[in-house]
């Protein structure tokens, strides 16, 4: 099924003459017409450029030419990421009209190497939310079940990935926005290790702010890629993975290669479960059937976790994450900020007190909060002196109904309780976030509910093939990416 293949095996048909880059292309738009309607993940397109350029890679064939290892590849880019000629809103109603002239810095790279951009897909509102709906192209369903959320900030990436709609895409993620996504919708989906490829050209921050080479990214977000095979992840971590261009006069970035190659060979470490983020009955059931399942090929496998307080690491985490957008806050919005924070409860715990702490908090104690951030990376590394990754959830449940209610009063149920909505889906992904590392997600089965579950493999600081590398065997042993039924 040629809407199901990889991105890896379409580009080799492409380069075969077994299919056209237009042909290829033809039958992605003939799908969206007839199904992207029922999830509305694919929200803005440039099919007439599109197929111009299509044409030009088969012609580039004929002659000879090969354009790279992407050359004819239909793909679409999250919508928070600026494509030059293409609508870049990141959700908001007031750069519905924003039209960019120049090009992400992460998608140059990919033109280079030969992708025919035709699309971009759905986000909440400035990528901040863990479902995809906004004012400007409204929301995005689950291909699994159009009831259900797709994640977010990248959900109508993976969205469009699992309904076979798109060959590849390019995602964000700074609280499991690419991760989450992956999980729910039963495909594949890597964060890179912090600040490896360029953030000039996303979404928030506001367009315009950086019109140079020079950008603020800003702490702990990044932009990796999603697929329906981990070779895929491997092939765009090939291509995008360079330093911010005032780097280049110097900086070279070259990927280690995996520690591993025989997932046998592999030393794993096992995270299921935490009481103070408890996980769902029915990802746990899924995750446990993955472990049993390496254990009977002889993976060596062990219930380890890094020596950090998990509790301890959210509360960091959510400071630092709060703390990333606060100069964007109009001066109105930050001094009224600053005055409720004098009136907080010290044990106010809530995601909108956390929020408010990290938007005034003094530089010393960002400081403060950096040293201690400094102190779990090192822990982490003393873990994988020991470990070549570890196994964890990605989140606690499947994907839940769609919920456009008030962000700060939401929560999800987790084995039948009520828990807060932004610790229940952030603080998994959190773990790997405050603390800069790459994290593979891998489907690993669906849940009791029929819906995905994703595994999320954790790697060394740098070390990106070695989680990535993991994901591929896994795949040698599990069904891998399944497409939903109806697609």
Known sequence: MMEFASATQLVATIKKKQVSAVELLEFYIDRINRLNPRINAVVATDFDNALIRAKKADEALTRGEDWGPLHGLPMTIKDSIEVAGMPCTSGSPKLKEHMPERNADVIE??????AVIFGKTNLPLFAQDFQSFNDVYGQTNNPWDMTRVPGGSSGGAAAALAAGLTGLEIGSDIGGSIRNPAHFCGVYGHKPSFDMISFRGHIPPFPGLFPGDYALGGDIAVIGPLARSAEDLDLVMDIITTPNKP????????????????????????????????????????????????????????????????????????????????????????????????????????????????????????????????????????FFKSFDVLLCPVV???????????????????????????????????????????????????????????????????????????????AEITPGFVPPPGF
């Open 396 to 474: 606690p449940v499947t994907a839940f109904a769609h919920d456009h209610g008030d962000f700060f009063n939401r929560t999800l149920k987790v084995n039948g309780k009520d828990q807060p909505y932004m610790d229940t889906m952030s603080a998994w992904a959190g773990l790997t976030c405050v603390s800069y590392l790459p994290a593979t997600i891998a489907p690993a089965g669906t849940a009791k509910d029929g819906l995905p579950v994703g595994v999320q493999i954790v790697g060394p600081y740098l070390e990106d093939r070695t989680p990535i590398c993991f994901a591929k065997r896994l």
């Open 109 to 114: 790279p990919l033109l280079d190497a030969g």
């Open 247 to 382: 780097l280049r006069t110097a900086w070279k970035l070259e990927l280690p290669p995996p520690r591993k190659e025989n997932i046998k060979d592999f030393k794993v470490g096992v995270w299921l479960d935490d009481p103070d983020f408890p996980v769902d009955g029915s990802v746990a059931d899924c995750l446990s059937n993955l472990i049993d399942a390496l254990a009977k090929e002889g993976v060596g496998i062990e219930e380890k976790k890094p020596d950090i307080d998990f509790k301890e690491c959210h509360d960091i985490y959510l400071k630092l994450l709060t703390a990333v957008p606060n100069a964007g806050i109009s001066k109105d919005v930050f001094d009224d900020f600053v005055k409720q924070a004098a009136n907080l409860d010290k044990n106010d715990k809530s995601f909108f007190a956390q929020l408010i702490r990290g938007t005034t908090m003094l530089h010393r104690d960002w400081v403060v909060l950096d040293y201690m951030r400094l102190m779990m990376r090192q822990k982490w590394a003393d």
